[in-house]
């Protein structure tokens, strides 16, 4: 299975096949970044990287409503150009053979990626970010607050 020019390395293994699609998700608008290849993202996002703009649906504008007042969001995005069937994999930077459950890289059975980002400002329906690490016009499937947002407040003291 050739994908985008992603060679198998020495030791790699593929699946045979194709995984049954038993889910379908919906993609809820598109990232703009000034990545334009695999080369030139970075291997994890920074909070110092470009801003980047998350352009979601105009008919789900609503549901943008409150993010402001969190400075760091979850972004879960569709990784579309990436091979799908690896199932070991050698890293570039060590060349150590590892299962690809047990790393970061993009090419996955499931490519969802995630990324945490600092929110700069909301201008409608766009969300300017940085901390992005995926290519310009990858297909946006969710936003969150991230979960360090959400600490779980304890319970009041009783009365004495």
């Not at 290849?37 to 609503?62: H, K, M, N, Y």
Request: with cysteine; net charge negative.
């Amino acid at each position: 299975m050739a994908h985008h020019g992603d060679a198998v390395r020495a030791g790699e293994v593929t699946l045979d096949g194709q995984l049954a699609e038993n889910a379908g998700v919906s993609f809820i608008g598109v990232i703009h970044t000034p990545f334009l290849t695999r080369d030139d993202c970075p291997r994890q996002g920074s909070f110092d990287g470009p801003e980047c703009r998350i352009e979601v649906d105009p008919r789900l504008t609503p549901a943008l409503e409150g993010i402001e007042r969190f400075e760091t969001l979850e972004i879960l995005y569709w990784l579309h150009k990436a091979r799908r069937d690896l199932l070991t994999q050698s890293p570039k930077s060590d060349g150590a053979l590892r299962g690809t459950f047990s790393l970061r890289s993009p090419l996955r059975p499931n490519p969802i990626g995630t990324s945490r980002v600092r929110l700069i400002a909301r201008e409608g329906n766009v969300l300017i970010v940085r901390g992005l690490d995926c290519l310009d016009g990858t297909p946006l499937l969710d936003i969150k607050p991230d979960r360090c947002s959400y600490t779980v407040q304890a319970p009041p003291k009783p009365e004495a």
